[in-house]
């Protein structure tokens, strides 16, 4: 591989550039202050709510949030998918890994049984860890379980929500997924928060999961349907452009899981 070629800067364009960054700073502060009024009309289809919607995450998303129920983008993919695929009934057991209070109301009264679950948090039902389930194989028909992969070993966790699955049981997953890069990015260096924010985009991050996610989760033995954010959804219900809800299908018949696909190391 050809070796990067960096030149070096003339010590008074250094000097000029340092001055001019907070130049750049502030009026990019002002830019970002008259775009937190966007004027688009949205719809929430968790809590029902049209009107304007408020900026959310780092850097800013304009109408991210619902202001009503404080949804975000994912939540309300995920409402669209319990509307259009969930095909959640009484007969069902659900467990929800780290619960959002606006949908612990649906979901219990959709669910025969609703478990809530966290390995953090005490204010759930079970206290459990996602890599290492104190459950029997085969409890729950559904299992929800957003933005958990990228912090947690996503092998482990994969196996044990296949296990304990019923045939024909479903794992619901949202990760931050980079889609161009052909493997996912993990880095042992990499130790303190501020550098996990600089190379996982979040202080509590272990990876960024490249398109080889899709392998891991077929790996683990389970069947794949991308339920993908599209127009006219997006702008009406303003969601992420192309943000994926992986639902995951454990066979009525179980295949063995086949070998583990290797990750890129940095």
């Given at each position: ?23 750049i700073r ?168 501020r ?50 809800l ?18 890129r190391?940095?």
């Open positions: 591989m050809a070796k990067d070629v960096i030149p070096t800067p003339d010590p008074r364009q250094v000097r000029f550039a340092k001055g001019a960054l907070e130049r502030r009026r990019r502060v002002r830019e970002f202050e008259a775009m937190m009024t966007t004027g688009f009309t949205r719809t929430c289809p968790v809590c029902g709510y049209v009107g304007e919607f408020a900026p959310v995450g780092e850097p800013p998303r304009l109408d991210g949030l619902c202001p009503l129920c404080r949804s975000r983008e994912r939540h309300r993919l995920f409402k669209l998918w319990i509307d259009r695929r969930g095909g959640i009934t009484r007969d069902m057991a659900v467990l929800h890994f780290a619960p959002e209070p606006v949908f612990e109301p649906i979901l219990r009264g959709l669910a025969g049984t609703y478990v809530t679950a966290d390995f953090m948090r005490s204010k759930v039902d079970r206290k459990l860890n996602i890599e290492a389930l104190d459950l029997d194989a085969g409890s729950f028909d559904l299992i929800v379980a957003h933005q958990i992969l990228e912090h947690v070993d996503h092998h482990k966790a994969l196996a044990e929500c296949f296990r304990c699955l019923t045939p024909g049981g479903r794992l619901v997953v949202t990760t931050p997924v980079i889609d161009a890069w052909e493997t996912t990015y993990e880095n042992p260096a990499i130790q303190t928060a550098e996990r924010m600089l190379h996982f985009g979040q202080k509590d991050h272990a990876r960024y999961f490249g398109r080889d996610l899709k392998d891991h989760m077929r790996a683990a033995g389970f069947a794949l349907h991308e339920f993908v954010s599209v127009e006219p959804d997006v702008s009406t219900y303003a969601l992420m452009r192309g943000e994926t992986y639902e995951l299908t454990k066979p009525a018949n179980e295949p063995k899981p086949v070998a583990k696909t290797k990750t190391k940095g």
